[in-house]
């Protein structure tokens, strides 16, 4: 780390999480001197890393959050790609065992596990590359005054409180963010915060063993799919892991966990509905994690502006916390730094420009008003898509009348003259917010996930327009059949009573 030189302006960001630390790296590159201020412990610790194996479900990134990475740091997007494990589509495990490939992707795009411990501690790495970036641990910000542009922040290992002062703040420190409650005393903050009522736990399935003596160990499950085990009300997943072990979750309804209350109770039910699940986890790698690993709720917040006057904006979860069935919350909080850094740049707002006490720097000002006014729409539209996604993981995927539409879906898409794909337009992505210009047929899925040139909101409108097509297509078909049955029925009748 250099020290920052005396003309640079300095922006403090809240949170060293992965939007955290790409803020960062965004902020540092565009000349700005960056403080990241982080409650917990270093997560690069062997102790932080097991309290996060406890309680986090794996993540799923994707091309908006690669594009996102790609566009502050390409040579950081290349090196993080060798983490990751590619999922080319889901498998559905039924209750008898089958299973059921999905692929995600008629081209053959993919979306990557990869554990939060992992993903975390790598982006930490790539900003602590950064000229002009500092990271300080156990430092709890407690209360900010962004008029007089200054926050205090806790001290855990020294027990002391520390006034730091800044030029700029970033909020990135999650659903619970400190720097929201501070905004929503200084704006008027629209704010929705709801629980669903499900919850979730992790669970580990082992790795297998090697194949030959002393080699490598196996994976029990095809290591290229993210598995699902449906069942309408309640669901299990499982995504690889790079020691070819695998990370599972359970999502249930609150109440299916509080029958769940011995351990006969819970290993009959898993052998009622995880039968193929059950061995490869372990009866009692299952209980111990069961007891041992948290329970924790599900909970999606909007809140509206994201920003106050040139003083702070708030990004990721700490902005728009979303359930995690589209695997987009990741993502869209890596594209959030990704957008607000194009707005930035487009704004020309000067890191080393001196703004005089009790004024605003104007450029930055709009820039911030630009993306609270431009990114509401897209949050609010991915917010809701990844509710609607959980019934479907759950439950349409087993359904008759999701293969159809999916069969037609992609038959309508396969007639597209041209197939886009994420490498076609990420470079364009390196200075423009979003191209949004989708032609032709394009199914939901490969919207949201391998199309980061087109916002979540145009998304949404342009599969509301798809799927009027699709049921007018579906009431055409079932008219079609209905009428063909009928002049059967006719023609037979008439057979029937015209015999001699």
């Not at 500092?134 to 001290?155: A, G, L, P, Q």
């Not at 069961?290 to 809140?303: T, V």
């Not at 990844?386 to 999701?402: F, I």
Request: proline fraction near 6%; include cysteine.
């Amino acid at each position: 780390m250099s020290t920052a030189g005396s003309n640079r302006r300095k922006a403090v960001v809240v949170g060293a999480g992965p939007v955290g630390c790409l803020a960062a790296m965004s902020l540092a590159k565009m000349g700005w001197s960056v403080d990241i201020y982080e409650g917990r412990p270093d997560m690069r610790l062997p102790s932080s890393k097991a309290a996060a194996q406890q309680r986090s479900i794996n993540l799923a990134i994707s091309a908006r959050g690669l594009a996102a990475i790609q566009a502050i740091d390409p040579g950081a997007a290349d090196r993080f790609l060798s983490t990751v494990i590619p999922m080319r589509g889901r498998m559905i495990h039924d209750t008898q065992g089958r299973l059921d490939s999905q692929p995600y992707d008629r081209d053959g795009q993919c979306i990557n596990s990869i554990g939060r411990a992992f993903l975390n501690e790598d982006l930490l790495k790539e900003a602590l590359a950064v000229p002009d970036i500092r990271v300080f641990f156990e430092h709890k910000v407690t209360s900010i005054d962004f008029d007089r542009r200054k926050m205090t922040v806790h001290n855990v290992d020294a027990a002391e409180d520390v006034d730091v002062s800044f030029d700029f703040c970033v909020g990135a420190d999650g659903s619970y963010s400190i720097v929201r409650r501070q905004l929503m005393r200084v704006v008027r903050m629209d704010y929705q915060q709801w629980y669903i009522p499900h919850d979730y736990i992790e669970l580990k399935m082992p790795a297998g063993p090697p194949k030959d003596p002393g080699g490598d160990p196996t994976y029990l499950l095809d290591p290229n799919h993210l598995h699902i085990w449906p069942r309408h009300t309640f669901m299990l997943i499982a995504l690889p892991n790079k020691d070819a072990t695998f990370t599972c979750t359970l999502f249930a309804p609150t109440a299916e966990f509080e029958r769940l209350d011995s351990d006969e109770t819970l290993l009959a039910w898993f052998q009622d509905n995880f039968p193929d699940a059950l061995p490869l986890i372990g009866e009692q790698a299952l209980l111990e994690d069961f007891h041992r690993n948290p329970r924790s709720a599900l909970m999606s917040i909007k809140a509206r502006p994201y920003h106050y006057k040139d003083r702070v904006v708030i990004l990721g979860d700490s902005a728009h916390a979303m359930v995690p069935f589209y695997g987009q919350g990741l993502n869209c909080g890596l594209e959030d730094v990704r957008v607000l850094d194009t707005l930035l740049r487009e704004a020309q707002v000067d890191a080393t420009a001196q703004v005089p006490e009790g004024q605003e720097d104007g450029r930055l000002a709009t820039a911030l008003a630009r993306y609270s006014e431009s990114r509401h729409e897209d949050l609010v539209a991915i917010s809701d898509l990844a509710m609607d996604n959980y019934v479907e993981m759950r439950h349409s995927v087993t359904t008759l009348a999701y293969r159809f539409r999916k069969a037609l879906d992609n038959l309508l898409y396969s007639l597209n003259r041209k197939h886009v794909t994420a490498e076609d337009v990420v470079p364009a992505l390196s200075n423009k917010t979003f191209l949004n210009a989708p032609s032709g047929w394009l199914p939901l899925y490969t919207m949201v996930t391998f199309r980061p040139d087109i916002s979540y909101s145009t998304v949404r409108r342009k599969y509301q327009r798809q799927s009027e097509i699709l049921e007018m297509a579906g009431w055409f078909s079932a008219a079609v059949a209905v009428g063909t049955v009928g002049i059967t029925c006719v023609t037979l009748l008439r057979r029937l009573y015209n015999r001699p």
